[in-house]
């Protein structure tokens, strides 16, 4: 089956430095991933949408220049949180649909393992 | 802009009683419904996924069930064990968005 690693699954940092998180599809192409965070006892709320070779599509109230995501190849994205702050601490975790785009309506999305920042 | 509610928000059972999760949606425009287990500061596990067309889906002592039209899914566990013990998010996925429940945390009592 489809499967999306996610790297690191915990990191702690400085304040005012800055965390990559890598998302990999093992085993199929996504030229779309999709970035989710979770705060504590909160459901998954979308982040931005990464897409293949091209800018990535944020939903309102993320700051794009904060989270700044690349997707420079099919099977790989990656999130950088930039100059990162306490409340910037949360579970972030990445998804991919093998099907996206076509015949998306037979697969559901599948994901990563999250990652767990905590910025002190 | 869909809307995923469940309910209840904590569930508590003793070990072997059968339990539905509900959850419900405002848009009835999905293309699928699909049900996450969440283990305690872990990713999510995939359970069970109908697509709009269908009605439900059995996995083992799982079952989901899609009504589009009243905008609802429910999950049943069967003769539940403290291994179920986890927090439950459904997820509508639409037209290039997946939005997601606000989840039910279950714990059985062994």
């Known amino acids: 089956g489809a499967v999306v690693s996610q790297h690191p699954s915990r990191v702690i940092c400085k304040s005012g430095t800055s965390v990559k998180i890598e998302c990999r599809s093992l085993d199929f192409q996504a030229t779309t991933m999709f970035w989710y965070r979770q705060f504590p006892k909160q459901s998954l709320m979308l982040m931005a949408t990464s897409n293949e070779g091209s800018k990535a599509t944020y939903e309102q109230g993320v700051e794009k220049d904060k989270f700044l995501i690349n997707h420079a190849s099919l099977t790989l994205s990656t999130l950088t949180v930039t100059s990162a702050h306490p409340e910037d601490s949360s579970f972030y975790i990445c998804s991919a649909n093998p099907h996206h785009g076509r015949q998306r309506t037979n697969y559901g999305y599948t994901f990563g393992s999250g990652t767990r920042l905590t910025v002190v | 802009k869909q809307e995923v509610t469940q309910i209840p928000a904590a569930l508590s059972v003793p070990e072997g009683e059968n339990l539905v999760l509900n959850c419900s949606f405002t848009?009835?425009?999905?293309?699928?419904l699909q049900w996450f287990r969440q283990d305690p500061g872990k990713g999510l596990t995939s359970l069970l996924l109908?697509?709009?067309?269908?009605r439900e889906q059995t996995s083992g002592r799982l079952n989901a069930s899609l009504d589009k039209s009243s905008g609802r899914s429910t999950l049943y566990i069967a003769a539940s064990q403290p291994g179920d013990s986890a927090t439950y998010l459904c997820a509508a996925a639409g037209y290039q968005k997946v939005t997601f429940g606000t989840g039910t945390k279950l714990q059985v009592i062994p």
């Open positions: 109908i697509q709009s067309s269908q």
């Open positions: 848009d009835s425009a999905i293309y699928n």
